[in-house]
C-alpha cells in the first residue's frame, strides 16, 4: 500500500493506495494550531477505523502549502510508518518528467498536478485546480510548466462576501435555477457559480490565443464535477489528480 498525503490551506488529504486504486480518501480541516500529536491521534483513528494495517504501507509522499505544518508532518508520519517519508520540493524536480521554470515560486501541489497531467494525456493541456485558490497551470506538449494563473477560490468568494457584509449569509456552492436571482441566496450563487464559469472559460480562451493551440483542459478539485457540466470547456474531470501525481512522482524518485 502507498499512502499520499496532501496538506493545503483549507484541507489535508489522505489518500491510500493499494492494487492500483484509491482504497481510502480522507479529508481533514487544516489547522496549523494542532500539534503533531493531536494529529496523530486523528490519524490513528482513522486508519483504524478503516482496518488499515500500518504496517503494510510500504511509500508516503507529502506534499505542502503550508511550511509550518511541514518538519512536524514529516516526523509524524516517519514515525508512524516506520519508513522514510517522501517530501515534495525543488530539491527533486529534476528528476521529474515535466519542466518548471521557477522551481521555488510554484506550490508542490501544482507540481503535482503537472506531473500527473503530463504523464496522462501527454499533450499540451490546462489543469484547472478548483481549490481554496482557483488555479489554472498549463502545460506544454513536452511537459515543460508555461504558466500559472491564480484567482481567489469559490469558497474564499463566498466568505468573503459574507464575513464582509452585514446582511449576506453564508451559501452552499450550487449552481441556482436562473441567472435571475430572487433572492439572497441565488443571487450570490449566481454571481460566483455562474459567473466563475465564465472566469474559467475566458481564461482557457485567452490561454489558447496567446499560444496558439487548442488546451487538452483537465478540472480537478471539490468542486470539478459541477463545473464540468457548466463549462464548455473541461474536456475531463480528474477529482483525485493531484494525490494521483504524488504517486507518480515516489515512482520516478524509486527508480
Known amino acids: 500500500m502507498q499512502l499520499a498525503i496532501d496538506i493545503g490551506n483549507t ?111 501527454e499533450k499540451p493541456c490546462m489543469v484547472v485546480d478548483f481549490g481554496t485558490a482557483l488555479t489554472f497551470l498549463t502545460l506544454s506538449g513536452t511537459g515543460e510548466i508555461l504558466g500559472v494563473a491564480i484567482a481567489p477560490g469559490l469558497g474564499t468568494a463566498v466568505n468573503s462576501l459574507a464575513g464582509n457584509t452585514a446582511q449576506l449569509p453564508h451559501v452552499q456552492l450550487s449552481v441556482p435555477p436562473s441567472v435571475l436571482g430572487r433572492n439572497t441566496v441565488h443571487a450570490i450563487q449566481s454571481g460566483v457559480m455562474i459567473g466563475y464559469t465564465g472566469l474559467v472559460d475566458r481564461m482557457i480562451e485567452q490561454t489558447e490565443k496567446e499560444l496558439g493551440e487548442k488546451l487538452n483542459v483537465i478540472a480537478t478539485g471539490g468542486l470539478s464535477g459541477i463545473f464540468n457540466k457548466e463549462s464548455s470547456r473541461i474536456n475531463h474531470v480528474e477529482e483525485n489528480l493531484t494525490l494521483d501525481g504524488l504517486m507518480i512522482i515516489g515512482e520516478f524518485i524509486a527508480q
Open 11 to 121: 484541507n489535508i488529504v489522505l489518500g491510500l493506495k493499494a492494487q492500483d486504486r484509491w482504497k481510502h480518501i480522507w479529508r481533514i480541516r487544516t489547522d496549523a494550531r494542532k500539534t503533531a500529536d493531536e494529529y496523530e491521534v486523528i490519524f490513528r483513528s482513522l486508519f483504524g477505523n478503516a482496518q488499515v494495517e500500518i504496517g503494510a504501507i510500504q511509500r508516503a509522499v507529502l506534499s505542502s502549502v503550508v511550511p509550518s505544518l511541514n518538519d512536524d508532518f514529516q516526523e509524524l508520519f516517519e514515525g508512524l510508518l516506520k519508513l522514510k517519508v517522501l517530501v515534495i520540493e525543488p530539491g527533486i524536480y529534476h528528476r521529474l518528467p515535466i519542466r518548471i521554470l521557477n522551481p521555488y515560486q510554484i506550490g508542490t501541489d501544482l507540481v503535482a498536478n503537472a506531473t500527473a497531467a503530463f504523464t496522462k494525456f
